[in-house]
């Protein structure tokens, strides 16, 4: 099951990871945030260790997503030791999502 | 509660009601008018017409063709639709609910030309006010458009942002002023965008400044693919992904015709159309409460 990341955890879990991490930035309002909640589920489940994957609800972490400039959701963001190298916008093909993990 | 709503009229939308019609759902058609085939002056790579019909007699007689089957059609411009378990569409004028839902209102010709535009995707511009005007909470924001979608778009905006302005780049405005509120409205063109690193100003076409922290685009109508965006569908080259069959990512809704990107023949919308027309029906009388 993807993680639930948030302001408390952010650091120890994403940005100290020593795997890359995948990070959905969401919101419960947001349609396309719930048509690809599963398709990030998906990909949490096939991590086997590999990679991370969690969300950020942008209601309850508002600094979160100022932090990283998100100003849209879904965002997804991947990060590589403590650093954002992927950014992905809007409802994208799981492919998409995975490609940014390579 | 409608069982099926079909947005759209042109050779899609008809072709849907048809089907549907002809499987027991007398579906209720919504469209605004005649679409992209009031530029052909003459169909003539369509089965069956050794004297070509112009774009605008075909359409007419689709029309009168489903109306001569009881199918009720209703002239409005939908704005958005919502789903949960059922759709909610919002029209200029009225509120529908249904079970099922077709999407066949053709593609928009007019996309943002801004050059600047993909940078900024993502960073200050966006295509759906109800999902990212949280960003802009105390902000300053402009909705580019000139028709009711983009009053409507403004309105989502306008409870959060600091100020919302309606951008119709040199385009007459054709919504109710009326209606504007605290919403003001700019005419002029706009010639380019900048900002670092998100979006900051617009340059207008006497090269002054616009600033913003977010663009939001609703030009023309809201269309098809508008709508599947706001729903969360997966959109290509601004085309609506289908699977073969018409169907979505979305239990009971379809999508059918130049929507979904193709051919952009009557051939392929009246193909999707009837597929969609029967996918519905399908799945309608698959439902619990079978209707």
Redesign the interface.
């Known amino acids: 099951m993807a993680m639930v990341f948030d302001e408390k955890n952010f650091k120890s879990e994403v940005l100290d990871s020593v795997v890359p991490v995948m990070v959905d930035f969401w919101a419960t309002w947001c349609m396309p945030c719930r048509m690809l909640g599963p398709v990030i589920e998906e990909i949490a489940e096939e991590s086997k260790g590999a990679y991370k994957v969690g969300k950020v609800n942008v209601d309850e972490n508002p600094g979160l997503a100022s932090s990283y400039g998100v100003m849209n959701i879904p965002t997804v963001l991947v990060f590589k030791n403590g650093k954002v190298v992927e950014k992905s916008v809007g409802v994208v093909p799981k492919g998409q999502l995975l490609n940014l993990l390579k | 509660m409608e069982k099926l709503i079909i947005a759209g009229a042109g050779p899609a939308g008809i072709s849907a009601a048809l089907y549907a019609v002809r499987s027991g759902i007398t579906p209720l058609i919504i469209h605004k008018g005649i679409g992209a085939l009031e530029k052909a002056a003459k169909i003539e790579n369509y089965y069956g017409l050794p004297d070509p019909v112009s774009g605008q007699e075909l359409y007419e007689n689709g029309l009168k063709q489903i109306k001569a089957l009881g199918v009720p059609v209703v002239e409005d411009e939908m704005l958005s639709v919502?789903?949960d378990g059922d759709y909610t569409i919002h029209t200029i004028t009225s509120t529908y609910q249904t079970k099922s839902l077709i999407l066949a209102t053709g593609t928009k010709r007019n996309t943002l030309a801004l050059k600047e535009a993909r940078r900024y995707?993502?960073?200050?511009i966006?295509y759906?006010a109800?999902?990212?005007g949280?960003?802009?909470r105390q902000k300053d924001v402009a909705v580019i458009g000139n028709g009711e979608y983009a009053l409507h778009e403004a309105k989502v905006l306008e409870p959060m942002a600091a100020k919302v302005t309606i951008l119709t780049n040199g385009m007459e405005p054709t919504f109710e002023k009326e209606a504007l509120g605290t919403i003001q409205v700019e005419t002029r063109k706009i010639i380019s965008a900048g900002g670092e690193?998100?979006l900051k100003w617009l340059e207008l076409e006497n090269h002054e400044k616009f600033p913003l922290d977010?663009l939001f685009v609703a030009l023309g109508t809201a269309g098809s693919t508008d709508i599947a965006?706001?729903?969360?569908?997966?959109?290509e080259n601004n085309h609506i992904m289908i699977e073969t069959d018409t169907s979505t990512?979305?239990p009971g809704l379809f999508a059918a015709g130049d929507c979904t990107g193709g051919l952009l023949q009557v051939s392929k919308a009246v193909y999707e159309g009837a597929l969609a027309g029967t996918k519905a029906v399908k799945y309608l009388k698959k439902l619990p409460e079978a209707v």
Do not use: Q, V
Not at chain 2, 121 to 124: I, K, M, V, Y
Not at chain 2, 229 to 235: A, P, S
């Open positions: 919502e789903y995707e993502g960073s200050g966006s759906c109800i999902c990212d949280f960003f802009y690193p998100t977010g965006r706001k729903l969360g569908l997966m959109i990512a979305l």
